[in-house]
């Protein structure tokens, strides 16, 4: 069993996410998805960057660091697209942190970050959040992460309530996150 901490999307705490700790805790591990945004959430993009805004990163970040208080030091930090710059906030604070698994977007790992901190990386390809370019350039920073592409995959693949949704993309990313994670020490 591996501890593993979700963080939202920009939309909140949403359906994939809650679906994506049932899928992980039925793998056996102990999951916690906090809800950042206190019950709001937001049906599109645009609201979802204004509800952002309105919440704010300090109380955002404030939310996720609270959060992870509860929690084992050696547990897994998930980002989902906008959780990707969440898990980059507090992963400084969580030195122990036994691996980041980043779905959607890119987050950067800080330089503090312990050496051979184990990353996995899931992106569309293309995806305007996170372009080609900028995932090649995060590779060259981040040599050892895995980092997985999707062609053809809309942004949100693994949403299957949105249109973004690849069920064939959508299977293998949570087929490589399970495997990552058995590769991590165990609780």
């Known amino acids: 069993m591996v501890n593993i901490v979700v ?20 793998a056996g591990h102990d999951v916690v998805t906090p809800d950042l945004y206190a019950g709001s959430t937001a049906p599109t993009l645009e609201e979802g960057f204004a509800l952002m805004d309105h919440v704010g990163w300090t109380t955002i ?43 959607h977007a890119l987050g950067a790992i800080p330089s503090s970050a312990r ?30 992460a895995e980092v997985f592409t999707y062609p053809g995959a809309g942004h949100f693949y693994t949403d299957a309530e949105g249109p973004d949704h690849n069920e064939t993309a959508s299977a293998r990313t949570w087929q ?12």
Not at 64 to 82: H, K, Q, W, Y
Not at 132 to 143: D, G, L, M, S
Not at 176 to 187: H, S
């Open 7 to 26: 963080f939202h999307s920009v939309l909140g705490l949403r359906p994939v996410e809650l679906g994506a700790a049932g899928r992980l805790r039925a």
């Open 61 to 103: 970040s404030a939310r996720a660091s609270e959060a992870v208080r509860s929690v084992p030091p050696s547990s897994v930090l998930m980002g989902v697209s906008m959780g990707c710059g969440v898990v980059q906030s507090v992963l400084p604070e969580r030195p122990d942190a036994a691996g980041v698994v980043l779905l």
């Open 115 to 144: 050496p051979g901190l184990p990353v996995q990386v899931h992106v569309a390809d293309p995806d305007p959040i996170a372009p080609p370019a900028e995932v090649a350039a995060w590779r060259v920073v981040n040599p050892a």
């Open 176 to 187: 490589r996150v399970l495997d990552f994670l058995r590769t991590l020490p165990q609780a």
